[in-house]
């Protein structure tokens, strides 16, 4: 322990500090216990959209085989070109807990053949069911994308908030009520020299 002067100042200040490290540490673990529960919400849905995201992809490769092996390159390649976009994402920024998450306005890019831009007599169904599998999965990637930010940053906080709460509660506080009973010892130490000072003078009188 470092050298603390034993001053009723100073143990005044002891408490002080001690009650606003309790606060503090209070604070911040029900600030990870919230960010918890908020990590383990999002767990369950990004497993299904994960699992929903591979069967989607593998469907749309099939698609694109198919396109590619009937249609050949050339076709897939015109059409493909005509059917470059701007994409309408809508993007929203939520203070959690401190954290800046970024939310997905829900929104689906899949379209009919008449509004991707080619000419319909000039692909096949083939291209048509290839160019929509792959909107799905586009639409999927953009859903899913959110909350595997949100759940990485999520954790990030958590470890930074218990590293917090840790050294609050195994450090900080325990040196404190350290120094603080130092005090207290030192002071009532002095306090039974006074007294017994007293009487030995009361005595002498």
């Not at 050949?72 to 390649?77: V, Y």
Request: charged fraction near 35%; charge should be positive; glycine fraction near 2%.
């Amino acid at each position: 322990m470092e050298q603390v002067s034993p001053t009723r100042m100073n143990l005044i200040q002891r408490k002080s500090q001690i009650k606003l490290a309790q606060q503090g540490a209070e604070l911040l673990r029900n600030k990870r216990d919230a960010l918890t529960q908020e990590f383990f919400t999002l767990i369950k849905p990004l497993v299904r959209l994960r699992k929903e995201l591979a069967e989607k992809l593998t469907e749309a490769e099939w698609q694109l085989f198919l396109a590619l092996a009937y249609d050949g390159p050339q076709a897939l390649t015109s059409a493909a070109m005509a059917c470059r976009r701007e994409l309408p994402i809508d993007i929203k920024v939520k203070n959690l807990w401190g954290i800046r998450v970024a939310e997905l306005q829900r929104v689906s890019l899949t379209r009919n053949v008449l509004t991707r831009g080619y000419a319909v007599t000039g692909t096949s169904a083939r291209i048509d069911e290839a160019a929509r599998t792959f909107e799905q999965l586009l639409t999927h990637i953009l859903e899913m994308a959110p909350v595997e930010v949100k759940l990485k940053k999520l954790g990030e906080e958590i470890k930074k908030t218990s590293r917090r709460v840790n050294a609050l509660e195994q450090r900080l506080i325990p040196r404190l009520v350290s120094e603080k009973r130092y005090i207290q010892q030192i002071l009532e130490e002095r306090e039974r020299e006074d007294v017994f000072r007293l009487k030995r003078i009361k005595k002498k009188a």
